[in-house]
């Protein structure tokens, strides 16, 4: 009898130490879009538009102000090259304006660990690039804080205090140092100019109506410093980001990068030397240039006025000579964490941990473009046939105030199909884009990006 009980004791140890490898390996294998994704509290985390607030949101974390929206939207369709539009890039990429960035932490909200998960990322900020840190309470500063999600405005908003909210999924160094990364003035890696040389996006695992998160945006939007476009950054999303049915829906072209993107853990080598480009880290050293660093280790001038390169080891940089910058702790940058969840093939599931609960609170029907797309298994929609309706309760009063044209067009196409009037009988929306689907399964797409419908129905 005893020794049966300390054989059952061992095994009930024995599973413990195995579900806690489980749950740890699971952690470790999520990819910087999976963590934010899985920190909303809310799927009303996921829309675009918070009208109440003047706040455009998109690619799950990336938070701009109407205005700053209209201009983007406008600079997206040109190229970046004239005169007229170089001073309005300055206007739109909102620098700080000094490279020191005011910062607040909301009181009685973090705990002592996560504070210093917070200092980690500031930390890691400060140590590999110019941009410091420092504590303040009035003027234009960040302010971190709890939210629905995790997110964070585009580069410094010049108007007292701008949110970054970190949920409690997101309060680890590697997705602190990614939301301060937008506030620094960052952008999504596989959004930049030249990403279809260097990435597939598959269309055919993406919902229409979240397409335009894949939006890519023109050099007059987003400027790369002459840095290489970078698998391995901490502003990479995974291979599976707003997939609806768990593949792939980012391809590296070279197959071997493809388990990199998704980092979650610190800055890669071209982060910081694409901070310190932009910030002009080195604008006061004299008698050295980049020219002077080894190029085919795309060597730059760093802080300190010497040549830094790529690190080895846990430090992503290293002074060219050898040398080590900082305590190198930094985190490795080059590892994305793969992906290792078996992909979800079926056509009717819940693509969020969150769905069941979300669904009980009413959230299918308050948030129908999120819901029903990624927790059709939870509002019960799997076997809707698909029709040209809206995925969001406000379309018809967005339709009203003009929104279907103009700066909110790609979301009002593929969103508000019913209200704008998209709706065409053979099912394929505006400009040949699909409208809208409840249940992928009844569509394929071809390689053009043209719905072919399939009813499953006899
Ligand atoms: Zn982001």
């Known amino acids: 009898m005893v020794i049966f009980n300390m054989a059952s004791t061992k095994f009930a140890s024995f599973l413990a130490v195995i579900s806690f490898i489980q749950i740890l390996s699971s952690v470790s294998s999520l990819t910087m879009d999976q963590i934010i994704q899985n920190a909303a509290n809310s799927s009303a985390q996921f829309e675009f538009m918070d009208e109440a607030n003047g706040v455009v949101q998109v690619e799950l974390d990336m938070k701009f102000t109407l205005d700053?929206?209209?201009?983007?939207?406008?600079?997206n369709k040109t190229s970046g090259n004239s005169r007229v539009k170089r001073k309005a890039v300055r206007n739109a990429r909102l620098r700080w304006t000094s490279k020191a960035i005011p910062y607040e932490i909301a009181p009685n909200t973090f705990s002592t660990r996560e504070r210093q998960q917070i200092q980690n990322a500031i930390d890691d900020w400060e140590?590999?690039?110019?941009?410091?840190?420092?504590?303040?309470?009035?003027?234009?500063?960040v302010r971190f804080q709890d939210g629905g999600g995790c997110s964070s405005f585009v580069g410094m908003l010049g108007r007292g205090s701008?949110?970054?909210?970190?949920?409690?999924?997101?309060?680890?160094?590697?997705?602190i140092?990614?939301?301060?990364?937008?506030a620094v003035g960052f952008h999504h890696e596989q959004t930049r100019p030249d990403r279809d040389r260097f990435v597939r996006i598959l269309r055919e695992n993406i919902p229409p109506n979240v397409f335009f998160n894949f939006q890519k945006y023109s050099t007059a939007v987003i400027d790369d410093f002459g840095?290489?476009?970078?698998?391995?950054s901490i502003m990479h999303y995974g291979s599976t980001a707003f997939t609806v049915n768990g593949r792939r829906t980012i391809e590296t072209l070279d197959q071997q990068f493809q388990d990199r993107i998704g980092n979650r853990r610190?800055?890669?080598?071209?982060?910081?030397?694409?901070?310190?480009?932009?910030?002009?880290c080195s604008e006061s050293c004299t008698g050295i240039t980049d020219a002077s660093c080894p190029s085919n280790r795309e060597g730059f001038v760093g802080k300190d006025c010497k040549c830094w390169c790529r690190g080895t080891g846990n430090s992503p940089v290293q002074h060219c000579d050898g040398g080590g910058i900082g305590n190198g702790d930094g985190g490795d940058g080059g590892d994305g964490g793969s992906v290792t969840?078996?992909?979800?093939?079926?056509?009717?599931?819940?693509?969020?941990?969150?769905?069941?609960?979300?669904?009980?609170?009413?959230?299918?029907?308050?948030?129908?473009?999120?819901?029903?797309?990624?927790?059709q298994k939870a509002c019960n929609v799997c076997d809707k046939v698909a029709t040209c309706d809206d995925m969001n309760t406000n379309c018809n009063y967005w339709q009203g105030r003009?929104?279907?044209?103009?700066?909110?067009?790609?979301?009002?196409?593929?969103?508000?199909?019913?209200?704008?009037?998209?709706?065409r009988s053979d099912q394929s929306g505006y400009n040949g884009q699909p409208s809208l689907h409840l249940g992928t399964s009844f569509f394929t797409f071809v390689t053009s990006g043209l719905a072919v419908l399939v009813s499953f129905r006899h």
């Open 266 to 280: 610190g800055h890669s080598f071209r982060d910081i030397k694409l901070a310190n480009k932009m910030y002009s």
């Open 227 to 232: 840095v290489p476009y970078d698998f391995s």
């Open 68 to 75: 700053q929206w209209r201009d983007l939207i406008k600079l």
């Open 127 to 141: 140590m590999y690039t110019c941009i410091t840190f420092r504590a303040s309470s009035t003027g234009n500063r």
């Open 341 to 375: 969840q078996a992909p979800v093939t079926g056509t009717c599931v819940n693509m969020n941990a969150n769905c069941v609960a979300w669904a009980d609170r009413g959230e299918c029907q308050r948030n129908p473009g999120y819901m029903t797309v990624y927790c």
């Open 177 to 182: 140092i990614h939301e301060i990364g937008h």
């Open 162 to 175: 701008q949110a970054i909210t970190l949920a409690r999924g997101c309060r680890q160094k590697g997705t």
């Open 402 to 423: 003009g929104y279907c044209t103009d700066m909110f067009v790609n979301y009002m196409r593929e969103n508000c199909a019913q209200s704008c009037g998209y709706c």
